[in-house]
């Protein structure tokens, strides 16, 4: 089956040391700007991992935008053969990624990945990854902040405060969900490629539905989690 994109074939089990190392050099190819046309369909990418994390499972949601109907679910196992290292997710996850989504019947305008983009400490998380070897527009929307800081923003649906690192904004501290009997952490949301990141957090917003998650990753997440 012919996704419509080229899935690269990539190799992923560096040293930790040459993973760092190739995210610096691939984070200039990162594009901040909106280059797409007509968003139909939208993706959430998550990976959840089995057998003590001995194994991954990326789940691959895509609904229909702005109705959020989903239309598509794909998922794919592979071993999980880089380590847990904070900052180097994409080697981790990337593969079976691209496993999953070269099951798709019906590629996504825009991708959006549970994981940082920009908001990295070099400035190329796993959704700047995703985005620059499909060179496709990817959002990244974590749920806890990897680098930076951002304060609160108010207590309203759609506030946001940026993330700064030092004196440089990285992404935006987006409040998704109220909840008047407790706290309701906001979203921690980047650029990944090929998006602006005020673009990145309307689209966000369009795809909640009161909830802390957007349609497209809660599916992918809840696909990632299902224990067959």
Not at 8 to 18: G, M, Q
Not at 76 to 96: C, D, H, K, N, Q
Not at 161 to 184: H, Q, S, W
Request: hydrophobic share 45%.
């Amino acid at each position: 089956m012919n996704f419509g994109m080229d899935v690269p074939h990539l190799e992923w089990n560096l040293t930790p040391a040459a993973a760092m190392a190739r995210q610096t050099a691939l984070a200039a190819r990162v594009r901040a700007q909106d280059d797409f046309g007509a968003v139909n369909f939208i993706a959430g990418v998550d990976v959840g991992f089995q057998d003590a994390g001995a194994t991954a499972r990326a789940a691959i949601a895509v609904v229909a935008f702005p109705t959020l109907e989903l239309v598509e679910t794909v998922c794919a196992r592979r071993a999980a053969t880089f380590p847990y290292i904070p900052g180097l997710l994409a080697f981790r996850e990337m593969p079976v990624i691209l496993d999953a989504l070269q099951k798709l019947t019906r590629p996504p305008d825009v991708l959006m990945m549970d994981g940082h983009g920009f908001a990295h400490p070099r400035r190329f998380g796993i959704a700047c990854y995703l985005g620059v070897a499909l060179d496709k527009p990817t959002i990244g929307c974590a749920k806890s902040i990897l680098v930076g800081h951002a304060d609160p923003p108010e207590n309203r649906v759609g506030a946001w405060t940026p993330l700064r690192d030092k004196d440089e904004i990285i992404g935006a501290a987006l409040r998704t969900k109220l909840n008047t009997k407790r706290v309701v952490n906001p979203l921690y949301v980047s650029v990944g490629h090929r998006v602006t990141l005020q673009t990145a957090c309307a689209l966000i917003l369009k795809c909640c539905k009161g909830y802390r998650l957007p349609e497209t990753i809660r599916y992918a997440h809840n696909a990632a989690s299902h224990k067959e």
